[in-house]
Nanobody, 122 residues
Framework: QVQLVESGGGLVQSGGSLRLSCVVSGSVFSRYDMAWYRQAPGSQREVVATISTVNVAAYPPSSNGRFTISRNDRNNTLTLQMNNLTPADTAVYHC????????????????WGPGAHITVSS
């Protein structure tokens, strides 16, 4: 059973920064393209950053250069540096797999971690 534990969330003012971390166990981390996801209250979960098994990162256009995703396959960790935060970034942030061998993952409900809660005040 895979376990993913996110940390680094909290309360920050508009314009501030946060760094999220995720530790993965119970799976072969290095085999998966990984992603940070977020879900705001009343909204669908969305992808905010991805990183491939060979450290190629990708971001949605709306991130506008504010986010940096990274991975450490030795430590089975995934990080997300977030800068210039706004209230629109308020959400629960999760880490999880994105693709395996080029195929987008369908994550089982039991394979989501607790998430990191981020609140950005104005």
């Amino acid at each position: 059973q895979v376990q993913l534990v996110e940390s680094g969330g909290g309360l920050v003012q508009s314009g501030g920064s946060l760094r999220l971390s995720c530790v993965v166990s119970g799976s072969v981390f290095s085999r998966y393209d990984m992603a940070w996801y977020r879900q705001a209250p009343g909204s669908q979960r969305e992808v905010v950053a991805t990183i491939s098994t060979v450290n190629v990162a990708a971001y949605p256009p709306s991130s506008n250069g504010r986010f940096t995703i990274s991975r450490n396959d030795r430590n089975n960790t995934l990080t997300l540096q977030m800068n210039n935060l706004t209230p629109a970034d308020t959400a629960v942030y999760h880490c999880n797999a994105f693709r395996e061998n080029g195929v987008v993952m369908k994550i089982r409900p039991q394979d989501w971690g607790p998430g990191a809660h981020i609140t950005v005040s104005s």
